[in-house]
């Protein structure tokens, strides 16, 4: 980020819970709800939107490490400045096939957003109009459900691939706001003078299980499951 970010200010949009009605694949992957008997949602968390100067300029630069535990990267990357899109995604460990999720999710929600391109000029030609802004978070969501599609269609095509999963954090910058999505534990950051705030929640079983109060917030030093 260029300097005249410093001016960036956080300002709450509406957001729906990280299960989507038309993901059957999730709630496997979270605990049941003891009277229900459905799966539990996560709290729904509402994406961070930052205002600053029109025309914010911006730097990026992106690396990525294999760490100490794995012997292959499931990391992917797609960043597109001129349509201020960048994306992370990371395989789930323990899941087969993490760098194809992680690949292929990436890879659709570019695609997805390149499609909405004019969706997205319209919106930088609306500055601060509410109904252009919510439509960004509608394009969001239906880009990650698409890559979420797309990684459910490939494992039911390709049985070697069943049970892949990934996580994936967007940031998507139109002219002087941002909008930023998640599913999953790579988390976003806010720098800002000497300040570093972790701007979104962790969806994992452990950090439920914090908000519940049946764990404490440094149970993860001790090797407790995430996922």
């Known amino acids: 980020m260029s300097r005249r970010s410093r001016r960036l200010t956080l300002t709450p949009a509406g957001s729906a819970g990280l299960l989507a009605s038309d993901d059957t694949a999730l709630p496997a992957l979270v605990p049941l709800d003891r009277e229900s008997g459905r799966p539990q949602r996560w709290p729904a968390v509402a994406p961070p939107y930052f205002r600053g100067e029109r025309g914010l300029r911006t730097r990026c630069a992106a690396a990525t490490d294999i760490g100490r535990h794995r012997d292959h990267n499931e990391d992917a990357l797609a960043i597109d400045p001129k349509l201020g899109l960048f994306v992370v995604c990371d395989g789930v460990?323990?899941?087969?096939?993490?760098?194809?999720?992680?690949?292929?999710?990436?890879?659709?929600?570019?695609?997805?957003?390149?499609?909405?391109?004019?969706?997205?000029?319209?919106?930088a030609r609306s500055p601060g109009d509410a109904e252009a802004v919510a439509s960004v978070g509608v394009l969001m969501h239906d880009a990650i459900q698409g890559a979420s599609r797309a990684i459910r269609g490939l494992a039911r095509s390709e049985p070697q691939h069943e049970g892949?999963?990934?996580?994936?954090?967007v940031l998507l910058i139109i002219n002087d706001f941002a909008v930023v999505w998640q599913v999953g534990d790579s988390r976003a950051y806010l720098g800002r003078g000497v300040?570093?705030?972790?701007?979104?929640?962790?969806?994992?079983?452990?950090?439920?299980?914090?908000?519940?109060?049946?764990?404490?917030?440094?149970?993860?030093?001790?090797?407790?499951?995430?996922?």
């Open 164 to 169: 892949m999963c990934t996580t994936a954090t």
């Open 195 to 227: 300040g570093v705030y972790q701007l979104t929640e962790d969806h994992t079983l452990h950090n439920l299980q914090i908000q519940q109060g049946l764990l404490r917030p440094d149970s993860a030093r001790s090797g407790a499951r995430t996922r």
């Open 93 to 123: 460990g323990g899941r087969v096939s993490g760098e194809v999720a992680s690949a292929l999710a990436a890879s659709t929600i570019r695609e997805w957003v390149q499609s909405e391109a004019p969706t997205l000029a319209a919106v």
